[in-house]
């Protein structure tokens, strides 16, 4: 079978074969395409080598080459092809792509975004599956650095390609999307601002317009910056600006054009905040991380200064297996011992669980090292914030006796993390219920204060609270409130954010009551949080839970799940409703609630006949994250009662009981393995709480997992 000589040539061209360059050569590519089909890569690469000797000038062998090299990681042979392959076609989109990819590979992120850019330039508008493919590996290492924005213009430029088909830049995109330490606001680029329709200037702004539509980035940012020399300060040409940095993945710029945008008085003030709130996310070292140091000390005997800091009322002994926490290869050394320092003695550990106020605060993590070959036995303490230096100093060396302390910095830490108030207490009893209501009381309790007091760099060194009149600061005082409003795990606690707004005196964002015409124009992510959804039909309430799903809005998810429960729908309507139950009692943090939802999900779906085996599978789950023995045996049953002749549900319920460290993969008990730590709970609380695992003393009841030593198998429901 000879090569069509009207097919499209493989060197990036876009010309048919016949009137392109290559035709005189093309000959052998009948051949080369059948060993890559029979997966016969290395003597595919030999052939071509082949080929480029006999003809130099081959660029579609060149193009098949690149690829090759990059399946099989040879990155070096990649730089080298994709330098020749630019020398002879230095225009060619798959040859600039080549050399992106081979800066991706050396860690040059810069330079491979510029030459991605250069090739999506050059493509026109047919672009090759090898450009969509390099675009997702550097969407994934954009995220790796933190620049969220252009992480995601080059993952949607994958996802969304006609023709293109990718699962795992997809789920990539998922897992972007439900980040719960991602900001609302990072989980989506602004739209560009529409110009004035009577601006004079308005033909050149559509022409620099539709030059990024086209992803001809360059070109239009060539553009933007003729605009803005003769409209400065223009809303419109600035966001273009910025959305120029995202493509060409400028973080400096995007926080540049953003904080412009800020100061843009043409705009609302909800919308300056908006921008500002968004670059303080995109640069966060700038304007709200909190700068922390690292304390350390050489000591004489770890033996002695470990006893001394047990005994200690300020410090508490975190279990033995935290220690690997804190190594980040396995040739490093983990401590030999690991401590919460708090803000006040700690409270007895054997007196009954105590009140939420009464629990100290943990200021740092303190380590202790023992002597090793390159160094000497040392104390360390971490996460320290350079305002609690001096105190930290003082407690220790008064436990530990006098020794002399440096410090080195310990880089910026979060500003959701350094707000986390953590308590110094270990849970060692207590039912999962009282812990939880303990936990939360304690938030409450501490996390306003931890937001209000800390000194941030947008606020000139500041706090929220000492600036709450200072009317000077107010949008800077309002941005950090509203980005304190777009982080799921504060806006999930009204009672908090209701804390934090009138100590910073920032009034609250008024109530969105929607209606259907305004879900078909779209609703902002961080919006979520105070829409009103009682007007809404059945198609757009399940189109703001899709949202909501989709970016993790679990608290504004779980009441719209609740509202399409409570709606009447037809029968053919009740797999939706069971898909609401499922995602209402995946979303709710409460346990009694959440065992209180599961059974009512799966009374409704007997009642009308529907499969609920997954509904089972996150009931058990709960049972494992709380403890419950009981729950848990009676669960195994009733999996077993429904669906003991299922093979597909008894490989789920084989791959939970793996996960949850029962049981190994070949069905064997996996001795030592403790249930999953319960949320909010300690290791010690989890480790002690009375669930069943393979290495109890005691055998569970009939029914249950099945005893034995450890060559025996855990019985799952349905096995012979």
């Known amino acids: 079978m000879s090569v069509d000589q009207y097919s499209i040539c493989p060197c990036g061209s876009g010309k048919k074969i016949k009137f392109c360059k290559c035709k005189d050569s093309v000959g052998e590519l009948e051949k080369v395409l059948t060993m890559f089909e029979g997966g016969q890569l290395v003597p595919a690469l030999d052939r071509l080598s082949n080929i480029l000797q006999e003809h130099p000038d081959a660029a579609w062998a060149l193009a098949l080459r690149g690829r090759l090299l990059m399946d099989l990681r040879e990155y070096d042979s990649l730089a080298e092809n994709a330098d020749r392959f630019i020398r002879l076609q230095p225009s060619n989109p798959l040859a600039l792509t080549q050399r992106a990819a081979a800066k991706i590979f050396s860690a040059d992120v810069s330079a491979a975004t510029e030459s991605l850019l250069e090739a999506l330039n050059e493509s026109g508008r047919n672009v090759d599956s090898f450009v969509m493919d390099v675009s997702s590996m550097l969407a994934m290492v954009l995220a790796q650095q933190g620049n969220v924005l252009s992480a995601r213009v080059y993952a949607m430029l994958s996802a969304y390609a006609q023709g293109y088909d990718n699962e795992q830049v997809r789920g990539f995109l998922a897992q972007l999307d439900s980040a719960p330490s991602l900001n609302h606001r990072q989980k989506a680029v602004p739209a560009m601002i529409e110009r004035p329709a009577d601006a004079d200037w308005g033909e050149r702004f559509d022409e620099a317009l539709s030059l990024l539509r086209s992803n001809k980035v360059l070109l239009a940012q060539t553009k933007f910056e003729s605009l803005r020399r003769t409209v400065v300060g223009e809303p419109a040409v600035l966001s273009g600006l910025f959305l120029c940095a995202v493509w060409r993945a400028d973080m400096q710029q995007q926080c540049e054009m953003l904080k412009q945008l800020s100061q843009c008085e043409s705009l609302s003030f909800d919308e300056r905040c908006r921008y500002r709130a968004l670059a303080a996310l995109t640069q966060p070292t700038d304007d709200i991380a909190i700068p922390a ?280 309507q009740n797999v939706l409703k069971l898909q609401c139950y499922m995602y209402w009692l995946s979303a709710v943090s409460d346990t009694a609630q959440a065992g209180s939802i599961a059974e009512e999900a799966i009374a409704f779906a007997k009642e009308k006949k529907l499969p609920f085996a997954s509904l089972l599978m996150m009931k058990l789950e709960l049972h494992l994250s709380t403890g419950d023995e009981a729950g848990f045996k009676s669960t195994i049953g009733e999996i077993d009662a429904n669906y003991r002749n299922n093979p597909e549900v008894m490989a789920q319920l084989q791959q939970l009981l793996m996960r949850a460290g029962l049981i190994r993969p070949d069905g064997s008990l996996r001795q030592g393995s403790p249930a999953g730590p319960a949320p909010g709970a300690s290791p010690a609380a989890s480790s002690s709480s009375g669930l069943w695992t393979p290495d109890s003393p005691n055998p569970p009841a009939a029914g249950s997992p099945a005893s034995g030593d450890g060559g025996s198998k855990l019985w799952v429901p349905g096995m012979d």
């Open 293 to 572: 140091v690292e304390l350390f000390a050489e000591i004489e005997n770890a033996d002695e200064v470990e006893l001394a800091l047990i005994a200690s009322d300020r410090l508490i002994q975190l279990p033995p297996e935290t220690a690997r926490q804190f190594i980040t290869s396995e040739e490093e050394v983990p401590p030999r011992s690991v401590f919460r320092l708090a803000d006040r003695p700690k409270v007895g550990e054997d007196s009954e669980l105590p009140a939420a106020e009464d629990i100290p605060v943990s200021q740092a993590i303190v380590l202790v090292y023992g002597r090793q070959t390159d160094r000497a036995a040392c104390v360390e303490a971490i996460e320290v914030f350079e305002s609690d230096v001096e105190e930290i100093k003082n407690v220790l060396t008064g436990v530990i006796g006098d020794v002399t302390w440096d410090s080195k910095p310990f880089g910026s830490i979060p500003f959701l993390d350094a707000c986390e108030s953590r308590p110094a207490y270990q849970f060692r009893k207590g039912s999962m219920e009282d812990i939880q209501a303990i936990v939360l009381g304690f938030m409450n309790i501490h996390l306003p204060k931890s937001v209000l007091t800390q000194q941030l760099p947008i606020l000139g060194g500041r706090s929220l609270a000492d600036t709450a009149d200072d009317d000077s600061l107010l949008l800077e005082r309002t941005t950090v409130v509203r980005i304190v409003e777009s982080y799921e795990a504060l806006a999930s606690k009204p009672q908090v954010i209701a804390a934090i707004q009138d100590g910073a005196k920032v009034a609250p964002l008024p109530e969105i009551k929607l209606t259907n015409a305004d879900v078909e124009e779209g609703v902002h992510n961080e919006d979520l949080f105070r829409v009103d959804t009682s007007s809404l039909g059945i198609e757009e309430l399940w189109y703001i839970l899709s949202q909501c799903q989709s970016i993790g809005v679990r608290s504004t998810g779980a009441k719209v799940a609740k509202q399409l429960i409570a709606t009447d729908m037809s029968e053919d």
